[in-house]
């Protein structure tokens, strides 16, 4: 199983981004998605998630900023990002619960996003 991130880059502060992760492999019955990400010196946070009902949830810094969606036939995870501030910066990363039962955690590889003048 492979996690693919892309969409990370360089951008000014409010300017926009999206990030894409595609799964790809011997991967099935894809339950929770999400993005992660960590700044230098800090931990990893969750910034948003979305089952597989669609049911989404994002951490308060970035409510009615981003926006998560998924696509599960091609098995794909997005994050909108808008109004990006300077504490935004940190490298994302994408996270898929799948399999049997409660399922197996896999994570993408982290595309990095600097936001900066």
């Known amino acids: 199983v492979q996690l693919q991130a892309s969409g990370g880059g360089l951008v000014q502060p409010g300017g926009s981004l999206r990030l894409s992760c595609a799964a790809s492999g011997s991967i099935f019955s894809i339950k929770a998605m999400g993005w992660y990400r960590q700044a230098p010196g800090k931990q990893r946070e969750l910034v948003a998630g979305?089952?597989?009902?669609?049911?989404?949830n994002y951490t308060e810094s970035v409510k009615g900023r981003f926006t998560i969606s998924r696509d599960n036939s091609r098995k794909k995870v997005y994050l909108q990002m808008n109004s990006l501030k300077p504490a935004d910066t940190a490298v994302y990363y994408c996270?898929?619960?799948?399999?049997w039962g409660t399922g197996s955690t896999y994570w993408g590889q982290g595309t990095q996003v600097t936001v900066s003048s």
């Open positions: 979305i089952g597989k009902d669609g049911s989404t």
């Open positions: 996270k898929v619960v799948a399999g």
